[in-house]
């Protein structure tokens, strides 16, 4: 029995798999939000999406356990793919979200640790740090690595989630004077961020070549071969990704939008007033 | 490499410790570019005796030898006539192999489907059963379809299929009724066997072995110069035959 889902052998069954590493790490991501939830006053709790959060541990835990993880372990880059996108591009924000701003300033204000995270946070840095991450990971020889052992395999994960949370944090903005981002700023932030996944992306999709071992040479699945998974993989990256971009942004946009126009006032005729 | 149910050129049972030697010199060398060859195609692992190629070179070439087995047509089909003046490659396993089986056809058929119509016609890649029992000539065929309508499978007896293993110093295949588990599809067995690819260069000697974990890349490489170049592209370890030539069938 493996603790966390990594590379296995053997030809692909819909036989289920138990991953116990993934159980205690969604459940104690539960229970401590549920003790944080409760431990708050009624002042800390501004902020926190007890809704958002759930959601968010919900895709983290269907991106971690069988039969995601399985197919994305061994079998299909496209399965991985997923697993990534959920991970980074969708849990990692609504998990974020769903934190009580009392609790994020608390972690801010805590020392060492406050002083990195308001560090890493910081736009630019974080933009870097995920895109690191992201082209990091998705090396050929990193993720053959990686994905080989369980410890390399939970690292994979572990990362996706934390770059996930520290991109996200200028968008979702759980402390809203930290880091203070203005709309425009978010979305050229969010805009150049669909470029590093794009080129990824389109460099999968345009190889001769499987670029992973891990999936080039494990056993066929639903009789895709290695070069046909990889390419859709690679679309999942490109356009998964770009589609949780480009949703945010839109909202970003239409927000600022109604926001401005609330704030400018009702319009008025061009000929209210005049006299006849 | 990936852990495997089916150790590459593991001597069990009475194969013949001498005459394994030298392919298990090769094997080890082999093992040692899956080991070190995340990269597969995109390095030049060094075990290949300077070859140039990713495969072991045999310290000593065999003959091809003859036998004969039933293809999946159901005609006869003799080893060294059909595949004479050809770059022969022969793997030994069967259909409801779990990993080392389909992971070696899969790549080499997207590998054989990269190469140029005229190269192709000089490339034959020989599928035989070790599973006689269970692979069917129509099931045979079926499977192999899923990697290359263009790659022949056979059939014999199993005294016939172990025989001509053990002419290229391969130790036999065995029945493992004790191995179970999730991923496995066989019926209650599997057949432990040796993994490994067995290239026959044109002018009809064994001379390469390529393990589980060689990559597409490397097939296509390699297939190329010696479809094209053919005995030439085995340089630095090209010897005399020795050995005697299989004869199963």
Same mark, same amino acid.
């Given at each position: 029995?493996?603790?966390?889902?990594?590379?296995?052998?053997?030809?692909?069954?819909?036989?289920?798999?138990?991953?116990?590493?993934?159980?205690?790490?969604?459940?104690?991501?539960?229970?401590?939000?549920?003790?944080?939830?409760?431990?708050?006053?009624?002042?800390?709790?501004?902020?926190?999406?007890?809704?958002?959060?759930?959601?968010?541990?919900?895709?983290?835990?269907?991106?971690?356990?069988?039969?995601?993880?399985?197919?994305?372990?061994?079998?299909?880059?496209?399965?991985?793919?997923?697993?990534?996108?959920?991970?980074?591009?969708?849990?990692?924000?609504?998990?974020?979200?769903?934190? *009580?701003?009392?609790?994020?300033?608390?972690?801010?204000?805590? !020392?060492?640790?406050?002083?990195?995270?308001?560090?890493?946070?910081?736009?630019?840095?974080?933009?870097?740090?995920?895109?690191?991450?992201?082209?990091?990971?998705?090396?050929?020889?990193?993720?053959?690595?990686?994905?080989?052992?369980?410890?390399?395999?939970?690292?994979?994960?572990?990362?996706?989630?934390?770059?996930?949370?520290?991109?996200?944090?200028?968008?979702?903005?759980?402390?809203?004077?930290?880091?203070?981002?203005?709309?425009?700023?978010?979305?050229?932030?969010?805009?150049?961020?669909?470029?590093?996944?794009?080129?990824?992306?389109?460099?999968?999709?345009?190889?001769?070549?499987?670029?992973?071992?891990?999936?080039?040479?494990?056993?066929?699945?639903?009789?895709?071969?290695?070069?046909?998974?990889?390419?859709?993989? !690679?679309?999942?990256?490109?356009?998964?990704?770009?589609?949780?971009?480009?949703?945010?942004?839109?909202?970003?946009?239409?927000?600022?939008?109604?926001?401005?126009?609330?704030?400018?006032?009702?319009?008025?005729?061009?000929?209210?007033?005049?006299?006849? | 490499?990936?852990?495997?149910?089916?150790?590459?050129?593991?001597?069990?049972?009475?194969?013949?410790?001498?005459?394994?030697? *030298?392919?298990?010199?090769?094997?080890?060398?082999?093992?040692?570019?899956?080991?070190?060859?995340?990269?597969?195609?995109?390095?030049?692992?060094?075990?290949?005796?300077?070859?140039?190629?990713?495969?072991?070179?045999?310290?000593?070439?065999?003959?091809?030898?003859?036998?004969?087995?039933?293809?999946?047509? !159901?005609?006869?089909?003799?080893?060294?006539?059909?595949?004479?003046?050809?770059?022969?490659?022969?793997?030994?396993?069967?259909?409801?192999?779990?990993?080392?089986?389909?992971?070696?056809?899969?790549?080499?058929?997207?590998?054989?489907?990269?190469?140029?119509?005229?190269?192709?016609?000089?490339?034959?890649?020989?599928?035989?059963?070790?599973?006689?029992?269970?692979?069917?000539?129509?099931?045979?065929?079926?499977?192999?379809?899923?990697?290359?309508?263009?790659?022949?499978?056979?059939?014999?007896?199993?005294?016939?299929?172990?025989?001509?293993?053990?002419?290229?110093?391969?130790?036999?295949?065995?029945?493992?009724?004790?191995?179970?588990? *999730?991923?496995?599809?066989?019926?209650?067995?599997?057949?432990?066997?040796?993994?490994?690819?067995?290239?026959?260069?044109?002018?009809?000697?064994?001379?390469?072995?390529?393990?589980?974990?060689?990559?597409?890349?490397?097939?296509?490489?390699?297939?190329?110069?010696?479809?094209?170049?053919?005995?030439?592209?085995?340089?630095?370890?090209?010897?005399?035959?020795?050995?005697?030539?299989?004869?199963?069938?």
């Amino acid at each position: 029995m493996q603790w966390w889902c990594s590379a296995q052998s053997g030809y692909w069954s819909w036989a289920w798999q138990p991953y116990v590493g993934v159980w205690l790490l969604v459940g104690g991501l539960a229970l401590a939000y549920w003790l944080l939830w409760r431990g708050s006053e009624p002042g800390e709790r501004d902020g926190g999406e007890p809704g958002s959060f759930a959601l968010g541990l919900l895709l983290l835990w269907a991106a971690l356990d069988w039969p995601l993880a399985a197919l994305g372990a061994t079998y299909l880059a496209t399965a991985h793919m997923v697993q990534y996108t959920l991970i980074s591009m969708a849990a990692a924000p609504l998990m974020l979200r769903g934190l *009580p701003d009392g609790t994020l300033r608390r972690a801010l204000d805590a !020392g060492t640790a406050g002083r990195i995270l308001e560090a890493a946070t910081r736009p630019m840095v974080a933009f870097v740090l995920f895109n690191v991450v992201l082209v990091g990971t998705h090396w050929p020889v990193v993720l053959d690595t990686l994905m080989a052992t369980q410890v390399g395999s939970f690292a994979l994960d572990a990362l996706s989630l934390v770059a996930g949370a520290l991109f996200w944090w200028p968008i979702v903005s759980p402390v809203p004077e930290r880091p203070g981002f203005r709309e425009v700023w978010k979305l050229a932030y969010l805009f150049l961020n669909t470029i590093p996944g794009t080129i990824v992306g389109l460099m999968l999709v345009y190889a001769e070549y499987p670029a992973y071992a891990t999936y080039e040479l494990a056993p066929p699945v639903f009789g895709v071969s290695a070069l046909a998974d990889q390419q859709v993989a !690679g679309l999942v990256m490109k356009f998964g990704g770009g589609l949780v971009l480009w949703s945010v942004m839109g909202v970003i946009f239409f927000r600022w939008y109604l926001r401005e126009s609330e704030e400018a006032g009702p319009a008025v005729p061009a000929d209210a007033g005049a006299g006849s | 490499m990936r852990a495997s149910d089916e150790s590459p050129i593991a001597i069990r049972r009475g194969a013949g410790v001498r005459s394994v030697l *030298p392919l298990l010199a090769a094997a080890l060398l082999a093992s040692g570019v899956a080991a070190c060859g995340d990269d597969g195609g995109r390095g030049r692992p060094s075990a290949s005796l300077d070859s140039g190629l990713h495969g072991a070179v045999l310290p000593e070439a065999r003959l091809k030898g003859d036998f004969t087995l039933t293809a999946t047509d !159901g005609e006869p089909y003799d080893f060294r006539r059909e595949t004479e003046g050809e770059v022969a490659l022969l793997f030994f396993g069967y259909t409801h192999c779990p990993n080392a089986c389909p992971v070696q056809m899969a790549t080499l058929g997207a590998a054989y489907e990269k190469l140029p119509m005229e190269l192709q016609q000089r490339v034959e890649v020989v599928f035989v059963s070790t599973d006689p029992a269970r692979d069917t000539l129509p099931r045979l065929r079926s499977w192999l379809d899923n990697f290359s309508e263009s790659f022949v499978g056979l059939r014999g007896s199993r005294d016939q299929v172990n025989r001509i293993m053990q002419g290229y110093g391969l130790p036999p295949a065995q029945i493992d009724t004790t191995a179970s588990g *999730p991923g496995e599809p066989g019926d209650g067995y599997t057949v432990g066997h040796a993994a490994h690819v067995l290239v026959f260069t044109p002018d009809g000697r064994l001379r390469l072995m390529y393990p589980t974990g060689t990559r597409q890349r490397a097939w296509v490489e390699d297939l190329r110069a010696l479809a094209r170049e053919g005995t030439a592209a085995v340089t630095g370890a090209a010897n005399a035959p020795s050995g005697s030539a299989p004869g199963g069938g």
